[in-house]
């Protein structure tokens, strides 16, 4: 089944809050400082939800490890 492109979007948006949550804290372990964590977190929310979305749009596009699905048939 082929994904639509808001479905990419919203894995996006879940992942990359995910990850910034996780920068924010190892950022903030790194250099103790909440403002510079939060710095940090902010710019790479931006970056890597575009190179995500994407990442995932063109993961799409590949074949290598889908298999064929049946057409579903409506009566």
Known sequence: MKEK?????LKTI???LTGTIDTFI????V???IGL???ISVVEVFTKLILYYF??????????GKEPQAPEYQI
Request: overall charge positive.
């Open 5 to 9: 492109a808001y479905r990419s979007l």
């Open 31 to 33: 250099t103790g400082k």
């Open 26 to 29: 190892v950022s903030y372990l």
């Open 14 to 16: 879940s992942w990359r």
């Open 55 to 64: 990442h995932e749009r063109i993961w799409n596009k590949i074949k290598l």
């Open 37 to 39: 964590a939060a710095s």
